[in-house]
């Protein structure tokens, strides 16, 4: 049973646009909670029942070599409970999402993670119990009991797990410490997004220009050099006041894996995070190999990007303008549904029946608003209800891009939660971004089949260079040096908001060719790990580089009209948590991410791109 590995997907937000300022005339989307509960009230009558639930929960305890009926019995009380703490905790954050000033939804949402550390302590001494029994019985009781059917899986898992698996009192005592090793990630999002002071600059048509997080997003890619520039310097300047503070949560984050690790025996925390998904090691290694192998493609774009700036001394901040400038009109909630469709026509009728389905109802919250996280995500882990998405959508192409990545992310979870129980639905990370950048590949090509010049066409194709660069090369950058601070600590390195200064500057300046005159990157700017939440999800960013890898790799062959490939991708999203990725992609697809030849479509997608724009230029 996977233990909330992921209660939401987060959308990687790396592509400049053009900001589209939208006024108060826009539609506006606010999901309806009261299909997880109609009332606050109702959800502290649930959270009640799940508590007492949880506290049933030790009685099993013994239970589950008794007979294989018992061992069903004990499983479902033990799943149910997770299933329904996953509803509580889903309301709550949500909530908390609207507005993260709110003193009542931050209390509650605390009070629903503590529901995982009471059930995760409350049944700690499940695996034990289950390796105690051995893998002959736990395979005799599979074969007499259908009803354990949907926990085989789960209980082959923790066969797997043996070596990592402590006794009863220490995984009692793991549990309980989950919430103390989980904080600093907490602690970041609220410092992030509700107590910051952010700054305030005045851009050179007059305008101001409130530099939050979401701020910073929208005003980054603006195309006067001087305001960009600005921009840059202002948000980082304010980003380096919490350096020491922001480099103590980050070090916090990094020792709370490292403890984790060895506490389960695995000789490094990438090796934890590996094994958790099933992965092989050549998944992670293959794809880094295989990143910096294609650098001189990155730098051929970034040198045709200063070309088509007009800038010889290409900066950092000269990273996110579009090539061009162009009107691409306002593309309100609306316009997205309606592109986002038409784009995604290549999935067929059953894919496109569920987006249909989907954006019929009240299951997104679209726009920002004081207070509001930032960024997007979908929570898919309301099982027996549905996904929900949070957008902060501005009304301008980017904001288009992350709606229809968002969107990838529900109608997996439709496709996953509709052919699997409960057990089997959640499903991995390795697998979920692949459901969302390929929507962004069939979106960048239906753009520029569907514009209507040569210069909007540019501005689409610029796009999409741009979302390789901040999915593949930048990812695979981030999963650089997320592996470089745990090495770091793993040697008992101290790591201090300095250091990981130092070690962001480096992999930056060598990714983005600093020291070959590709591009210059300013020491201001190498404090921007402080910036990314993602590194609170350890080993999380680089499955957004293998999945965008695996999204061209599938994209290639849909395009070019292969339904079969389309129909294995569609199996691919409705196997959910069914096996490990690795072997899903394998079984039902063919793909092979630890093979060199997994990443060429992308290289040949990137390489695409920029000879098409050559020839418009």
Request: avoid cysteine.
């Given at each position: 049973m996977k233990l909330a590995s992921r209660l939401v997907l987060v959308a990687l937000l790396a592509c400049g646009s053009i900001a589209q300022v939208h006024s108060e005339e826009t539609v506006r989307y606010e999901w309806d909670l009261t299909d997880l509960y109609p009332s606050v009230d109702a959800w502290e009558q649930a959270l009640q029942d799940v508590k007492n639930r949880i506290a049933t929960l030790p009685k099993y305890e013994g239970t589950l070599?008794?007979?294989?009926?018992?061992?069903?019995?004990?499983?479902?009380?033990?799943?149910?409970?997770?299933?329904?703490?996953?509803?509580?905790?889903?309301?709550?954050?949500?909530?908390?999402?609207?507005?993260?000033?709110?003193?009542?939804?931050?209390?509650?949402?605390?009070?629903?993670?503590?529901?995982?550390?009471?059930w995760s302590e409350a049944t700690a001494w499940l695996s034990p119990e289950v390796l105690s029994l051995g893998e002959k019985k736990v395979?005799?009781?599979?074969?007499?009991?259908?009803?354990?059917?949907?926990?085989?899986?789960?209980?082959?898992?923790?066969?797997?797990?043996?070596?990592?698996?402590?006794?009863?009192?220490?995984?009692?005592?793991?549990?309980?410490?989950?919430?103390?090793?989980?904080?600093?990630?907490?602690?970041?999002?609220n410092y992030a997004n509700a107590d910051i002071p952010w700054p305030t600059v005045t851009l050179s048509d007059g305008s101001e220009a409130e530099l939050t997080q979401a701020g910073y997003s929208r005003w980054r890619g603006t195309a006067n050099r001087e305001?960009?520039?600005k921009v840059f310097d202002?948000?980082?300047?304010?980003?380096e006041q919490?350096?020491?503070?922001?480099?103590?949560?980050?070090?916090?984050?990094?020792?709370?894996?490292?403890?984790?690790?060895?506490?389960?025996?695995?000789?490094s925390v990438l090796a934890k995070n590996l094994f958790d998904d099933g992965l092989p090691p050549e998944v992670y290694?293959?794809?880094?190999?295989?990143?910096?192998?294609?650098?001189?493609?990155?730098?051929?774009?970034?040198?045709?990007?200063?070309?088509?700036?007009?800038?010889?001394?290409l900066r950092y901040y000269d990273i996110y303008p579009p090539l061009v400038q162009v009107d691409a009109g306002v593309f309100d909630l609306?316009?997205?549904?309606?592109?986002?469709?038409?784009?995604?026509?290549?999935?067929?009728?059953?894919?496109?029946?569920?987006?249909?389905?989907?954006?019929?109802?009240?299951?997104?919250?679209?726009?920002?608003?004081?207070?509001?996280?930032?960024?997007?995500?979908?929570?898919?882990?309301?099982?027996?209800?549905?996904?929900?998405?949070?957008?902060?959508?501005?009304?301008?192409?980017?904001?288009?891009?992350?709606?229809?990545?968002?969107?990838?992310?529900?109608?997996?979870?439709?496709?996953?939660?509709?052919?699997n129980p409960w057990e089997t639905a959640d499903y991995s990370t390795f697998i979920a971004e692949m459901a969302s950048t390929i929507n962004e590949i069939l979106l960048e090509e239906y753009m520029v089949e569907n514009a209507k010049s040569d210069e909007e066409k540019l501005y689409y194709l610029g796009y999409a260079l741009e979302s390789l660069r901040g999915t593949l090369f930048r990812q695979t950058m981030f999963a650089e040096f997320e592996l470089a601070i745990h090495q770091a600590a793993e040697k008992g390195e101290p790591l201090t908001g300095a250091k990981f200064s130092e070690i962001y500057g480096d992999l930056l300046k060598k990714y983005h060719g600093h020291d070959k005159g590709v591009l210059t990157v300013d020491d201001v700017y190498t404090n921007e790990w402080a910036y990314i939440p993602h590194f609170y999800r350890d080993f999380y960013v680089f499955q957004y580089a293998t999945s965008i890898s695996g999204a061209a790799w599938f994209a290639e062959q849909f395009l070019a009209g292969d339904d079969?490939?389309?129909?294995?991708?569609?199996?691919?999203?409705?196997?959910?948590?069914?096996?490990?990725?690795?072997?899903?992609?394998?079984?039902?697809?063919?793909?092979?991410?630890?093979?060199?030849?997994?990443?060429?479509?992308?290289?040949?997608r990137m390489n695409s791109l920029m000879d098409r724009i050559e020839a418009l230029l």
């Open positions: 070599g008794k007979s294989p009926r018992a061992m069903a019995e004990a499983l479902t009380a033990i799943s149910d409970s997770y299933k329904e703490a996953g509803r509580v905790y889903v309301y709550t954050s949500l909530a908390r999402d609207e507005d993260q000033r709110d003193a009542e939804a931050q209390a509650r949402f605390a009070r629903a993670r503590q529901v995982f550390a009471d395979e005799r009781f599979l074969k007499k009991e259908p009803q354990l059917d949907r926990f085989s899986f789960m209980l082959h898992d923790i066969l797997r797990r043996a070596p990592h698996t402590l006794d009863a009192k220490t995984e009692a005592m793991l549990a309980q410490a989950d919430l103390i090793l989980s904080s600093p990630s907490q602690i970041y999002e305001d960009r520039k202002t948000f980082w300047a304010a980003w919490y350096a020491d503070g922001m480099g103590a949560t980050l070090a916090a984050e990094v020792q709370s894996n490292v403890f984790t690790a060895k506490a389960r025996n695995y000789e290694t293959q794809l880094v190999d295989q990143v910096n192998a294609a650098l001189p493609t990155f730098h051929r774009y970034l040198k045709l990007r200063g070309k088509m700036l007009g800038v010889e001394d609306e316009r997205s549904k309606q592109i986002t469709f038409e784009a995604l026509q290549p999935f067929g009728s059953q894919y496109l029946g569920l987006l249909k389905t989907g954006l019929a109802q009240d299951w997104m919250h679209s726009h920002p608003q004081p207070g509001k996280r930032s960024g997007a995500y979908m929570s898919g882990f309301a099982y027996d209800v549905h996904p929900y998405v949070l957008l902060n959508h501005n009304d301008d192409y980017n904001s288009l891009s992350t709606f229809a990545h968002e969107w990838g992310h529900a109608v997996h979870s439709l496709l996953a939660n509709a052919n079969e490939v389309r129909d294995a991708f569609i199996r691919v999203l409705s196997a959910g948590g069914s096996d490990y990725p690795h072997e899903i992609l394998l079984k039902e697809a063919g793909l092979d991410m630890t093979r060199p030849e997994a990443y060429e479509p992308v290289m040949r």
